[in-house]
């Protein structure tokens, strides 16, 4: 458990060290673009170059799960050193897991992630509600309880979430406007801002979202390799992106595996968010 709730955490990193969030995403292109080898000795490789590259200059470190568990249990011990040397090097580590379920299996997710000092417990995870927000209840309160944040999916950036996301509830709002909703209950009252985020995609329509009472972080993938650029994300969050955390995990790590490359793409990147 952290003295501190993770909304101030968060507003301490990113007066640090800005906005920007950057992703340890070991897919097999970049590894053999690295010159390594596409399995678990690779992957080790890999991540810890990314976390000593990356760790030490953002404010959040968001290593993708899927990545690692597909290398099975060496995999999932890579992760675990990545959790590790990134909060060493003091970057906030957000999980991206994605998970979601009934109740009584997010206990489960929640004890993995979330809870004591467990070698996967990182300072934030991404979660799913689309087995409805009530069922991450557990896990948005054992983060508060531990000072940790959850980012709930909300209106992702990949084009098949629109039909889905962008559907409308019985009461006229959208799927997606009611996540943030939900989240911004969570949030009501928090100072200097609640823990529990939600994502939107940096390629998503200006205008879609209300999030003027969401109190609380925004994770806005899509930045770089899917094809925003800082213009979108202040076309689509407004200007000083307020909460906003952009995410970028390809369009940095194509520069590795030379350190000085890397840590020279997360400065170009950061001035991007300044310009
Ligand atoms: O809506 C979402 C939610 C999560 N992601 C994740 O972010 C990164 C994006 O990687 P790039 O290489 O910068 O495209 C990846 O881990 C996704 O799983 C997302 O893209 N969109």
Known sequence: MTAAGFGARLAAAVAARGPLCAGVDPHPALLRSWGLSVDAAGLERFALTATEALAPRVSVLKPQSAFFEAHGPAGVEVLRRVVELGRQAGALVLLDVKRGDIGSTMAAYTSAYLAGTGPLAADAVTLSPYLGFGSLGEALDTARAEGRGVFVLARTSNPEAAALQNARLADGRTVAQSIVDDAAGRNAGMAPGGDVGVVVGATVPAGELDLTALNGPVLAP??????????????????????????????????????????????????????
């Open 222 to 275: 899509g930045f770089g390799a899917q094809g925003a650029t800082a213009h979108d994300l202040r076309r689509v969050f407004g200007e000083g992106l307020p909460g906003v955390l952009p995410a970028s995990s390809r369009d940095i790590l194509r520069y590795g595996p030379d350190i000085a490359a890397l840590a020279e793409a997360v400065a170009r990147a950061q001035d991007s968010l300044m310009e």
